[in-house]
């Protein structure tokens, strides 16, 4: 397993979490993406792991930080203010290849690793 995601669990909304990636061999870049039942796998966020350049899909932009730390070649999905809506098992992938800002084209990731559930109910 080259991808590991893990921080979820229950909050009720308007509360936060963090979710952690950690990856054991070099990306360009890692994304977040996440799927609720009966839906299609939606992309988050991504973050290039040199350069740090981030990118936010618009349901979570200001409400989600992603970040990383290279030392430890983890990422982190801060994410707060949670709504009903954001209920779903979130995935982290890896891009090994890449160039310039990373993106939400799902073919983009080669590696993924296994998702954790976030619920957000009352």
């Not at 200001?62 to 970040?67: D, K, V, Y």
Request: include cysteine; hydrophobic fraction near 30%; glycine fraction near 14%.
């Amino acid at each position: 397993v080259q991808l590991q995601a893990s921080g979820g669990g229950l909050v009720q909304p308007g509360e936060s979490v963090r979710l952690s990636c950690t990856f054991t061999r070099n990306y360009y870049a890692i994304a977040w993406y996440r799927q609720a039942p009966g839906k299609e796998r939606e992309w988050v966020s991504c973050r290039t792991t040199r350069g740090g350049r981030e990118h936010y899909a618009n349901a979570v932009k200001g409400r989600f930080a992603i970040s990383g730390d290279n030392t430890e070649n983890t990422v982190y999905l801060q994410m707060n203010n949670l709504y009903a809506e954001d209920t779903a098992v979130y995935y982290c992938a890896g891009a090994r290849e890449g160039w310039g800002l990373c993106g939400a084209y799902i073919g983009d990731y080669d590696d993924w690793g296994r998702g954790t559930q976030v619920t957000v109910s009352s």
